[in-house]
């Protein structure tokens, strides 16, 4: 467990460097310089994201149940995890998704974590997913009150939209029919 938690310090420390001190982060990107700023920023995360990984899949080794979700909320889960490809894809497809929703990605990441709550009640389920909607919902409420960065995108077009939603189903699909079992080793659709 603590694998896991070291990982989730380091990934969503990182990603917080804006929400707790956005001026520490401009002064550390303006001395360091962009480029080895955003190479130390992505080691860092990239470390972060592997510890997560290895100390996620050591925990389901000795899991501790913390809760028994029922049937229908591994169901209802899966209706929450239709629209977040899509979400990821308009966050770098700038069209009406991202206009009306201002952070598609974090939405995707709310859902994300809250459709696998509620599918999941083991103590490191509910440390990685609880961790990761709490960071969302802290950032979102942090961007309300802090200046925007420009982030990379694609251009605008209307066909964006069109190309999110299209694409984020395909890998939906992908996810929940093969990759899911493949990479976390459960199926989403066989779990009751």
Known sequence: MATLIAGLVLFLGIHSLSIVNEPLRNRLQ????????????AVIALIGLVLIVVG??????????????????????????????????????PGRIKTTLKHPMLVAVKLWALAHLLANGMLHDVLLFGTF?????????SLKRRPQRATPTLPAGKANDIIAVGAGLAVYVVTVVWAHQWLIGVSPVSMG
Do not use: M, N, Q
């Open 30 to 41: 303006t001395s360091l310089g962009e480029g080895p700023f955003k190479g130390l920023y």
């Open 56 to 93: 996620y899949g050591a925990a389901r080794l000795e899991p501790t149940v913390l809760y028994t979700p029922p049937g229908g909320l591994r169901h209802l889960a899966l209706l929450l995890l239709i629209p977040v490809f899509p979400l990821l894809f308009a966050a770098y497809l």
């Open 133 to 141: 909607l709490a960071w969302a919902v802290v950032d979102r409420i």
